[in-house]
């Protein structure tokens, strides 16, 4: 899997600008279907751009319990970010956070 990031940096030189784009790229091995999946998840609701590349001979394995529990939060909190993205819930401050603690 690769994660690519762009930023974009524009120069005015005597009047003429160039635009320079500057690509990041993350390289990701992933061993199993549920952990691309959800990194898939995190990746979508920031909005990243990324290609997968399959790697045939590799055998995934299922999940252990702490695993799924791991997974499953990632997943509720990707979820989370896409919503206050799209503003449809509103998240906790980190003020409002400790004081729960």
Known sequence: MYIMSDLIL?????KEYYTFV???TLTVNI???KTEKAIKVILDA????Y???QHPGTAGR???KSE????????KSAEEIKL????????QDAAEFLNEL
């Open 10 to 14: 524009v120069f005015f030189l005597s």
């Open 22 to 24: 500057m690509m990041t």
């Open 31 to 33: 061993d199993n279907k």
């Open 46 to 49: 920031f909005g990243l751009d």
């Open 51 to 53: 290609n997968v590349d």
């Open 62 to 64: 299922a999940l252990t």
């Open 68 to 75: 799924q529990v791991i997974f499953d939060r990632l997943k």
């Open 84 to 91: 206050y993205k799209e503003g449809k819930i509103k998240l």
